[in-house]
């Protein structure tokens, strides 16, 4: 099941900023420390039918989405990041060979392994992609308009 040929995600800052401020004391203190971190759903579900879909978008990020020359700039005004460390993620991409997802069952299983300070940048990303992608197919007539009116109600 393929939904977009076009890249969900558009920006790497798109995500957890505490991830930044984790990511960074690992690259300092746990630099080639090895980890696995896997993707446990905690209801019966059905995304594995999505696996394909979501493989496609993990490559689209690890063509696409890296940290900008703009965004550099930005992460640099913050007196709390070493330049060491920015330097080091402005060459950071996105490995695709480090994630495994595949449809067990019907289920989705997502399994990544690498250097703990890459995979930690995988979490976020991935948990958004699922959700887009499901709520895409899932729920098509929703769009952001509904969306906003639903909550202003709710407030």
């Not at 040929?5 to 991830?19: R, S």
């Not at 759903?41 to 999505?50: D, E, S």
């Not at 989405?65 to 930005?74: N, S, V």
């Amino acid at each position: 099941m393929k939904i977009c040929n076009h890249p969900i995600l558009k920006t790497f800052l798109d995500t957890d900023a505490y991830k930044f401020h984790m990511q960074q004391a690992i690259f300092y203190y746990y630099h080639n420390v090895t980890v696995s971190a896997q993707f446990l759903c905690r209801g019966h579900n059905l995304f594995g039918k999505y696996s394909d879909t979501l493989v496609n978008q993990i490559e689209m990020m690890s063509e696409n989405l890296y940290l900008t020359d703009d965004e550099y700039t930005y992460m640099s005004s913050f007196p709390f990041f070493k330049k060491k460390y920015l330097l080091w993620l402005k060459n950071f991409r996105y490995n695709s060979k480090q994630v495994n997802v595949c449809n067990k069952n019907g289920e989705l299983y997502i399994r990544i392994h690498g250097l703990w300070k890459e995979v930690i940048l995988w979490e976020v990303p991935l948990l958004s992609l699922i959700s887009e992608i499901v709520h895409k197919s899932e729920s098509p007539h929703i769009n952001s308009k509904i969306a906003v009116d639903f909550l202003k109600k709710k407030l």
